[in-house]
């Protein structure tokens, strides 16, 4: 039996009901987080609670407890033991009557909940295949919003395609994928948007770029077109659950030679070593 926290309580998984005036409900109004877990630790949590703080106060929910949002992660990880998987943690503005205005004296609302889910292995050595589509989100695209609309439709998409994931782009600026962060490489560097309201600043795209500095990986948070992604030497897209997964087809042209590019293996080498650090300190 799975124990998952709502609104103050921990319970099993099939007891706990939502609050149908919870605004995350009408407005998808608020802010979330989904963090990894592997060996049954938490994989960057201090990073994911910090923009989750920081989220928070970009819509203007302020005062949250961090401190207890920890608290309730760490007690489910225990409750639920799980070895590979991942948190989800979302916090709504309150609950209380339908209204777009805020309702004064509301208090935030956690829910939060685990899953088993295990490193996906296959596609990051084989890759996937993505397509491009326009980029028509809001201009708070650094907030980590429950308001998810576009991301799903843009996911759809890509399903529909039979292809793994979209990667949008303002004007043939590349941003992002749907639910994920993107790298070239072009004449040997790696590149990435820079960390603006454009994009969603992905702890995975800070880990990368991490591994980059430790192994002498030339890079540049620099924006690039959807002309350098079709001619792009290697390709990979990163996020929590897809770690760094290849990109070997945009929009049905082959990436470099059609597999995984010798950078991205490197970088795919380092984030490996800094999930095994943690697992060593158990
Ligand atoms: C969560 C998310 C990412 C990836 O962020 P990680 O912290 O690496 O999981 C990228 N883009 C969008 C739009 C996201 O919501």
Not at 92 to 104: D, E, M, P, T, V
Not at 131 to 140: E, G, V
């Amino acid at each position: 039996m799975k124990i998952s926290y709502y609104n103050g309580q921990f319970k099993n998984d099939d007891e706990i009901t939502v609050d149908y005036n919870d605004r995350a409900f009408y407005f998808g109004d608020g802010v979330y987080e989904v963090v990894r877990v592997y060996n049954n630790e938490f994989f960057t949590l201090d990073e994911h609670m910090d923009r989750l703080v920081r989220s928070a106060s970009e819509i203007g929910i302020e005062g949250l407890d961090r401190a207890r949002m920890v608290e309730i992660v760490t007690e489910l990880n225990e409750k639920n033991n799980i070895d590979d998987g991942s948190v989800y943690i979302q916090v709504s503005r309150g609950i209380g009557k339908r209204n777009h205005a805020y309702l004064a004296n509301k208090k935030p609302v956690v829910l939060a909940y685990m899953n088993e889910i295990s490193r996906p292995t296959a596609q990051m050595e084989e890759g996937i295949s993505v397509i491009t589509a326009d980029d028509y989100r809001w201009l708070k695209c650094h907030v980590k919003s429950l308001n998810l609309l576009a991301n799903v439709m843009e996911k759809e998409r890509a399903i529909r395609a039979g292809a793994h994931e979209t990667i949008l782009n303002r004007e043939g600026i590349v941003t992002e994928g749907s639910s994920t962060n993107v790298f070239i490489v072009k004449d040997g560097v790696l590149r990435t948007h820079p960390a603006n309201n454009m994009i969603l600043n992905g702890i995975t795209r800070l880990e990368v770029l991490k591994v980059a500095r430790d192994r002498k990986i030339p890079y540049e948070e620099k924006a690039f077109t959807v002309g350098d992604l079709m001619n792009a030497e290697e390709v990979f897209i990163t996020s929590t659950t897809q770690e760094v997964t290849p990109v070997t087809e945009v929009d049905g042209e082959v990436v470099g030679d059609g597999s995984k590019g010798r950078i991205t293996h490197a970088i795919q080498e380092g984030f490996d070593e800094e999930i095994h650090k943690l697992n060593l300190v158990k």
